[in-house]
């Protein structure tokens, strides 16, 4: 779904030649990194060209040191740079052409003279070649939201483990920890699925009965792996009165195409419930809007390159829709930021920036108020750089009297599931708040709640 007249990625004028809109943003040379925690006081030196190192002199449109950040090189669900083939011209993912009976030209094609034979081709040639918009490969789901994988790893001795842990007289939830925390989504499934197959019982139904609390919230999302875990998270925050939007925002928004209709599938299998029926009977008006273009799944594909012609036009269209007149048009904004890709999102920012002297996000917050505030926020500061944003919403889970857990284990279980990212948000976290992410959680839980989110992060305990 796309706002209405507004023509999708692919089909402005083809790109002028050379320049950074060309092709997709330069890999980033580094990310952010983290190495165990230094001694106090000191904090771990970037890697050889890491996050804040001079990048090699960028292209048109890109920010000159100390604006945004540079676009980050193997993000969330992103593939690593180099991967992408040259844009196929009709392959892979292209919409076919429409069906057209023989010898009828399409609606609209020039018409040929009353009783005028067709034309006619030689013997032996072919009719001119088509020309369709270029296709771009898609995204692949996360790690956890395709088909079903076989791995080479067996989950018996693990799920023994488990078994052993809860059997008895007490439990032992340090071996709990050990065993889930460090464990990839396919591994979990196998875990899982060993442990019925091997005990005849349900790991989540035995973990529940002998733990509690925020500890039990955070092993649970954990045994369920990240697709059923966000269905879940998304029926609990639609059930009841009220609604949670930030959950909405932290399962929905900046996400893939795949991982979006994924999400779709799995609530529907599970629930027996369309997603977009529940999410348009809890919010409403516009924000319901904004949430059904996101269900939609219809953003851009890491691929797609950035082009010059079309970012302007983002560009012009944002400020028509915002500064340029009196009030506001809510929709049009939440198309272009839920269309695009980073990449593309990164360079909007960037030339809004240029071309008004205003950042993009001031604009929102000048705009717009409530849900659709925060989603828009969230949408724009997850394009410019996720690793930081992530980091930002750890602390805002935090921050202020009071912890908010639920917030705060959801938030770690989502991104323990990709180590290298984990890694980067850890990284990122040190660079803006000045102080180890893993202490900083000591500090705000206790007991065997605390020790689980450590592991999460990557803390031996």
Request: aromatic fraction near 10%; proline fraction near 12%; include cysteine.
């Amino acid at each position: 779904m796309s706002y209405p007249g507004y023509p999708p990625y692919g089909q402005a004028p083809p790109p002028q030649q050379g320049g950074y809109y060309q092709q997709p943003p330069p890999p980033q040379h580094g990310q952010y990194s983290y190495q165990q925690p230094p001694p106090p006081g000191q904090y771990p030196p970037p890697q050889q060209g890491g996050y804040g190192a001079p990048s090699p002199q960028p292209g048109y449109g890109a920010p000159p040191p100390g604006q945004y950040p540079p676009p980050q090189q193997g993000g969330y669900g992103a593939p690593p740079p180099g991967q992408y083939p040259p844009p196929q011209h009709g392959g892979y993912g292209a919409p076919p052409p429409p069906p057209q009976p023989y010898g009828q030209q399409p609606y609209g094609a020039p018409q040929q003279g009353y009783g005028q034979p067709p034309p006619q081709h030689g013997y032996g040639q072919q009719p001119p070649p088509q020309h369709y918009a270029p296709s771009y490969p898609p995204t692949p789901p996360s790690l956890g939201y395709g088909p079903p994988q076989i791995i080479a790893y067996n989950g018996d001795s693990d799920a023994h483990g488990l078994r052993q842990a809860m059997k008895g007289f007490g439990t032992d939830e340090r071996a709990l920890i050990r065993i889930l925390a460090n464990k990839d989504p396919l591994q979990i499934n196998t875990i899982r699925d060993a442990y019925t197959r091997v005990h005849k019982r349900d790991l989540i139904k035995d973990v529940k009965s002998e733990v509690s609390g925020w500890f039990e919230t955070g092993l649970v999302a954990i045994i369920r792996g990240p697709l059923l875990h966000d269905v879940h998270l998304l029926y609990d925050a639609m059930s009841g009165p009220g609604t949670k939007e930030k959950v909405l925002n932290d399962v929905l928004l900046g996400r893939s195409n795949a991982d979006i209709n994924a999400i779709k599938n799995e609530y529907s299998r599970v629930f027996r419930r369309r997603l977009e029926d529940d999410v348009r009977g809890d919010l409403s008006m516009k924000t319901e809007r904004h949430f059904m273009i996101v269900l939609g799944a219809t953003r851009a594909e890491d691929s797609v390159p950035v082009v010059k012609t079309e970012i302007d036009r983002d560009v012009n269209d944002l400020y028509n829709a915002t500064e340029a007149k009196l009030g506001t048009d809510e929709m049009k904004v939440c198309s272009i930021l839920s269309t695009r890709n980073d990449n593309q999102i990164r360079a909007i920012a960037y030339e809004y920036q240029q071309k008004y002297a205003r950042s993009l996000e001031d604009v929102i917050r000048k705009e717009f108020s409530g849900h659709m505030e925060d989603a828009l926020l969230f949408q724009l500061r997850n394009g410019l750089d996720k690793y930081m944003h992530h980091a930002s919403l750890l602390e805002a889970a935090m921050a202020g009297a009071g912890t908010k857990d639920h917030l705060l284990v959801n938030r770690i279980v989502r991104y323990h599931w990709d180590r290298n990212h984990m890694a980067n948000v850890r990284g990122a976290y040190e660079k803006r708040y000045r102080t180890n992410l893993a202490s900083r959680i000591k500090g705000e839980t206790s007991g065997d709640y605390e020790r689980l989110l450590v592991a999460c992060i990557g803390e031996v305990i």
